[in-house]
């Protein structure tokens, strides 16, 4: 009688390569939680990047005016930087041309509050508004220098959550010259 040799695999050669396999499927599960980690934080990183620059902008534009007016209007000039402390600065000009301070977009201030920038138009008036330009920000300084307080380094700090117990930080920095103040 002939013996017929069984075709297949041992119990032993099946718990082998069953064991391979779940090391190798455990070390590319860990390899893809570590790339979606550090995806998450990058992309965390560059959106915090992106927010304090746009807020840096939106700042530069209005503070690049300050002292602006009509030559041939108002006599003394009453556009200036009202208040320039450390956490707030209040700027005017003349944007239209008429020879005062008081229309649309001639008073602006920033101002760091509650872990926030905020933008506020015409304070301490009846017209007065405000809106948050960015929020979690944890440090915002204003530094003045030159002739009429003419040059403003502004230093901005957001801190968010970047997902798993993670937090991203961005400090950036500008120099502003406002040469309609720097006039003897």
């Known amino acids: 009688m002939k013996k017929h040799k069984e075709n297949g695999f041992s119990m032993i050669e099946l718990l082998i390569s069953m064991a391979i396999f779940s090391l190798l499927a455990g070390a590319i599960s860990g390899v893809y939680v570590s790339t979606?980690?550090?995806?998450?934080?990058?992309?965390?990183?560059?959106?915090?990047?992106?927010?304090?620059?746009?807020?840096?902008?939106?700042m530069v534009q209005d503070i690049r005016m300050a002292?602006?007016?009509?030559?041939?209007?108002?006599?003394?000039?009453?556009?200036s930087i009202e208040v320039a402390d450390l956490n707030k600065i209040r700027i005017t000009s003349d944007r239209n041309g008429d020879g005062d301070v008081d229309d649309l977009f001639e008073r602006i201030t920033y101002?760091?509050?509650n872990n926030q920038l905020r933008q506020i138009l015409y304070e301490g008036t009846g017209s007065q508004?405000?809106?948050?330009?960015?929020d979690n920000v944890t440090d915002l300084q204003f530094t003045y220098s030159g002739t009429n307080n003419s040059i403003v380094d502004i230093t901005l700090t957001v801190e968010e959550n970047a997902g798993y117990g993670n937090t991203v930080s961005r400090t950036l920095e500008t120099r502003v010259y406002c040469r309609n103040l720097d006039i003897n």
């Open 36 to 58: 979606s980690r550090t995806s998450t934080l990058q992309n965390a990183s560059a959106g915090v990047q992106q927010s304090v620059r746009a807020a840096l902008e939106i």
């Open 67 to 79: 002292g602006y007016y009509n030559p041939t209007g108002a006599d003394p000039n009453p556009a």
């Open 111 to 113: 101002e760091f509050t």
């Open 129 to 134: 508004s405000s809106q948050t330009i960015i």
